[in-house]
Each structure stands twice: as C-alpha cells, then as structure tokens.
C-alpha cells in the first residue's frame, strides 16, 4: 500500500512541475476585493499552479507594521512580485472597476514585455473611456473573459494542452 502512496505522490510531484503556473494581478485593498480574488483563485487551482500576491507572505501593511521601513518593504514586494511574474507562465489581469488598479496595470505591462502570455478577466462595465480600456490594456491581451465560468473553461483547456504538449499526459 505505501509503494501506491509513494507512487501518487510523485505522480502529482510531476504533475505540478508540468502543470502551467499562472499569476493573478489584481487590486487587493478591500476585503471584497480580497475574497474575489480568493475566488477567481478557485476557479483557477484545478488547471493552475496559482500565485496570487495577496498570499505571498509579502504584504507592504504587515511589513510596515513589524517595523520594516516603508522603503524597504515596497522593494521586497517589488522583487517578489517581480520574481514571481518572470516564473509564472501566464499572467491573468482583473480589470474590474471604473479605473484600472495601477499595480496591476505594471504587472500586466512587466509581463506582456517580458512576452508571457496574458489575458484579462473584467466582470464589470464600467469604463473611464467611452470607447472601452485603455488601448495599452487590450492591447496586451490575448482575451478578456466576462465571467468566472468563461475563465474556468478556458483553464480546463489551457492546462490540457499545456499537458499533453510537455508530456504530461
């Protein structure tokens, strides 16, 4: 029995390092903010391997209240955050709300630079130009998803391709 035990772990060992890692930029300062983004990560774990800052471990408010000099704490989350941008496979943006998070207006541009693959997910309707985003925005990304469905069957496929393309599978 503990050979099958053994042998499942290391399955899902591989399965992890094959599976396609995705970072989530998205604003993070209200607890409703928060949960969504809790959420969107849910949607995304079967198909992922999710980083999503707010669970970094590397939060500038709690650094700043240990003691660490604001300075100092916002350049640990800018090397973290950068880090885990050049690691990840995908960047996924959330784009809700009447203007665009600018933290996650960098992420996004970091990444579409460094040429990951990016896409977007706006559930809102909300636009500060008439015509829609900012063009350096949808610019940047290969699709906008309007709902969690859409972005959870999208990721079903993105992460079975992913698979049988690196040998998982």
């Known amino acids: 029995m503990k050979k099958v035990d053994t042998a499942q772990q290391s399955d899902l060992r591989h399965r992890e390092h094959l599976w396609p ?28 391997r999710v980083f999503l800052p707010q669970e970094s471990g590397c939060l500038m408010s709690e650094m700043v209240r240990s003691g660490i000099e604001v300075k100092d704490a916002a350049k640990r989350v800018f090397q973290t955050d950068i880090k885990a941008i050049q690691e990840c496979d995908v960047l996924l943006i959330v784009l809700n709300g009447r203007a665009i998070d600018e933290g996650a207006a960098f992420e996004l541009g970091f990444a579409s630079a460094i040429e990951k693959p990016c896409f977007a997910l706006q559930t809102d309707t909300r636009f500060a130009h008439a015509w829609g985003n900012n063009p350096m925005i949808d610019a940047s990304v290969r699709r906008i998803f309007t709902s969690l469905s859409e972005l959870e069957e999208w990721a079903s496929g993105y992460s079975q391709r992913a698979l049988r393309k690196y040998g998982g599978m």
């Open 21 to 48: 890692s995705l970072y989530v930029a998205a604003p993070f300062f209200s607890e409703a903010e928060s949960r969504y983004n809790v959420a969107i990560k849910g949607v995304l774990e079967p198909s992922f």
